[in-house]
C-alpha cells in the first residue's frame, strides 16, 4: 500500500498570503496525483488531477507540480473561502487508493 | 450533471450490516466508469472502501475485503454497500463517488452512520 504523507498539518496564514502545502509518497506514483479540499460539513471538491491538472471551474489561484514522490499545492493568493482541509490521493498503485491524513489550512 | 445521493439507515447495532443505497442521476453506471464508496471517521480522514466497474469487477481495500460488497442495479441506476460485522470503529460518514483512472469525481454529499447499540 502507498502511503502518502501530508506536511504540514496545520498551516496558519493570512488572506492574500501564498500557501505551500506538500504531499510525499513513499514510492513513485508517477503523476497520478489528485488534491480536495473540503469544508466543514461537505465532501470534498476535487482540485487537481494528473498532478498539475486543474479540475472544471477551480480558480487559477490554485496550482500542482510534482511527479514520483514529491507533489505541491500551492494557493498563490489566498482568498477567505481557501481555508479548509486539503487531500491528496494517489491512484497510481491500487487498490487500495490511498489518502493523504490532511492538511488544516487555518487563518491567521 | 452527473449526481449522487446516499441514503440508508442512520443507525446500526454493533455486528450488524451496514446497508447504504447510491442513487445516480445524470450518467449510467454501466458507462465506462468505476463506482465507488469512501467513508471518514468524525474528525479524521479519507478512507477509499472499494468500487465497482459495471459489468462484474469490483475491488476492495484489503483492510476492509472480508467484510465488503459492494453490487450494482442497473435497472434503478444505483450503487450499494455492505459492510457485515460492524463495530463502533465504522461509525463515519460514507460517501459515494464516480472514479475515473485519474480522479474521483463528483462525489455524494455523504450519509452519516453511526454504529450503536
Known amino acids: 500500500e502507498i502511503v502518502l504523507t501530508q506536511s504540514p498539518a496545520t498551516l496558519s496564514l493570512s488572506p492574500g498570503e501564498r500557501a505551500t502545502l506538500s504531499c510525499r509518497a513513499s514510492q513513485s506514483v508517477g503523476s497520478y496525483l489528485a488534491w480536495y479540499q473540503q469544508k466543514p460539513g461537505q465532501a470534498p471538491r476535487l482540485l487537481i488531477y494528473d498532478a498539475s491538472n486543474r479540475a472544471t471551474g477551480i480558480p487559477a489561484r490554485f496550482s500542482g507540480r510534482g511527479s514520483g514522490t514529491d507533489f505541491t499545492l500551492t494557493i498563490s493568493s489566498l482568498e477567505p473561502e481557501d481555508f479548509a482541509v486539503y487531500y491528496c490521493q494517489q491512484r497510481s498503485n491500487w487498490p487500495p487508493i490511498t489518502f493523504g491524513q490532511g492538511t488544516r489550512l487555518e487563518i491567521k | 450533471q452527473v449526481q449522487l445521493q446516499e441514503s440508508g439507515p442512520g443507525l446500526v447495532k454493533p455486528s450488524e450490516t451496514l446497508s447504504l443505497t447510491c442513487a445516480v442521476s445524470g450518467s449510467s453506471i454501466s458507462s465506462g466508469f468505476y463506482w465507488g464508496w469512501i467513508r471518514q471517521p468524525p474528525g479524521k480522514g479519507l478512507e477509499w472502501i472499494g468500487n465497482l466497474y459495471h459489468p462484474g469487477s469490483t475491488f476492495y481495500n484489503p483492510s476492509l475485503k472480508s467484510r465488503v460488497t459492494i453490487s450494482a442495479d442497473t435497472s434503478k441506476n444505483q450503487l450499494s454497500l455492505k459492510l457485515t460485522s460492524v463495530t463502533a470503529a465504522d461509525t463515519a460518514v460514507y460517501y459515494c463517488?464516480?472514479?475515473?483512472?485519474?480522479?474521483?469525481?463528483?462525489w455524494g454529499q455523504g450519509t452519516l452512520v453511526t454504529v450503536s447499540s
Open positions: 463517488a464516480r472514479d475515473s483512472d485519474i480522479l474521483t469525481d463528483p
